[in-house]
């Protein structure tokens, strides 16, 4: 059990006292009594707050490595999408997911989007399938025609509109990727193979045509859209039109922590390379709306995008045939943005809900994101002070990157536990090997 710390509860932050049994929340008030068996931990000046969970992550290559970076940042749920294989059906990338989770042994839970990287041949049988198979959302793209994983707008309007059938949310990638195609043929035939030249082709106007008409979809088809990493003004602005407009999109915003913490001029230092991602890291006036986002409401929830591995940049544009896209940052996620937001003046209870409960919400996790009576036991103990800085090694993902390495950074994850099990303790994680397993959304219908 917990004691004398500052509960970061759904009603507010609280000073009480916090109960583990049999893996859930069995006790919270200022007179609970631990057991002879329980672990009390003294939690006196610090917050206590649901386990992190992360909507946003490519996991598969290894799952227990990014379980374990993950983690020691104070996160306990990865939510990662599928990598199907070519020809491979959706339900068929959950089902080797679920054995690639289950030999893993990971530290934290997961919970499985179907990516669909052939929509454009997507059956209503397919999707149906992934709901029924525990897959908690479809995923398209927007962007990619070099990868061959683009949909047409007939693609996307078909399995939107099977998605609202099956009661899923549907996630798109939201680039324009016919106006950055043929922004790379120009950039290819003048030559262009900076590093900045995969940002200079990914333009924020790509990103806030791909939402508007994702939301145009998502209000023909009625289908619940979840739309990940957005990093514009305009697509935020587009987000808070749509639920201004009270008709019936159904609009879920998330901001990666990278958007939040970066900005573009990083492409003119020696770690460009290190920070390509797609989309782009943007110039300091998106940055700041972004920023403005978080604190305001218009934003639902935090993601890393945290890549196991990354992809070769298009070859018409690479630098050298070695050049790669992709970030890492599921551990960075919860303790970068809780100091980032205290330092910005946003509420520590709204920050919670970015990096927790609105994540799990989001996907039906009706278990997760939340410390109130009968939720899994997922508590992290983040102790406000004291400054460090992030080193090379802080969150051991097994990416062999660290893109906030050097950054200054007040307060700490103490410890943290999966269903009532301690997984850190005292900063250090305590195995690699975890009791974390698949979990399924709530019913939806
Ligand atoms: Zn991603």
Known sequence: MYRGGALVTPGGVVEGSLRVDGGRI??????????????????????????????????MADVAAAAAGAV?????????????????????????ARVLVAEAHPVVDVGLHAACYEPDSLSPEDVEAVAAAGGDAIKCFLAYP?????????????????????????QVHCEDGELIEAMVEEASAAGRRHTRTFAEVRPAAAEELA???????????????????????GALESVRRARLAGGTCEVTAEVCLHHVLLDDRAY???????????????????????????????????????SQVRTPVDARIARSPYSTYGIAGAGARLPLLLAWGLGHGVAMDRLSHLLSAGPAGS?????????????????????????????????????????????????????????GRMVVREGELVSTVGAGRIIEPAARR
């Open 26 to 59: 069995t006790e919270i008030g200022a007179d609970v009594r631990p057991a002879p068996s329980d672990e009390v931990v003294d939690a006196t000046g610090c917050y206590v707050l649901p386990g992190g969970v992360d909507p946003h992550c490519h996991v």
């Open 72 to 96: 020691q940042g104070g996160t306990t749920t990865l939510l990662s999408f599928t990598s199907p294989e070519p020809g491979e059906a959706p339900v068929a990338a959950i089902e080797r």
């Open 146 to 170: 070099e990868l061959g994983i683009m949909a047409t707008g007939g693609g996307l309007f078909r399995a939107m509109s099977y998605a609202a059938r099956a009661g899923l949310p549907v």
């Open 211 to 233: 939402v508007e008409r994702v939301i145009a979809f998502a209000t023909i088809t009625g289908a619940r859209c979840y739309l990940p990493h957005l990093s514009t003004r």
């Open 268 to 306: 003119g230092d020696e770690r460009a390379e290190e920070l390509l991602v797609a989309p782009p890291l943007r110039d300091r006036a998106e940055v700041e709306a972004v920023a403005a986002a978080l604190a305001d409401g218009s934003v639902d929830t935090v993601g890393s995008d945290h």
């Open 363 to 419: 996907f039906g996790y009706r278990n997760k994101g939340r410390l109130a009576l009968g939720m899994d036991g997922d508590v992290v103990v983040w102790d406000p002070g004291g400054e460090w800085t992030v080193a090379a090694d802080s969150f051991p993902d097994g990416t062999g990157t660290a893109p906030y390495a050097g950054r200054r950074v007040t307060g700490r994850v103490r410890s943290v536990c999966l269903r």
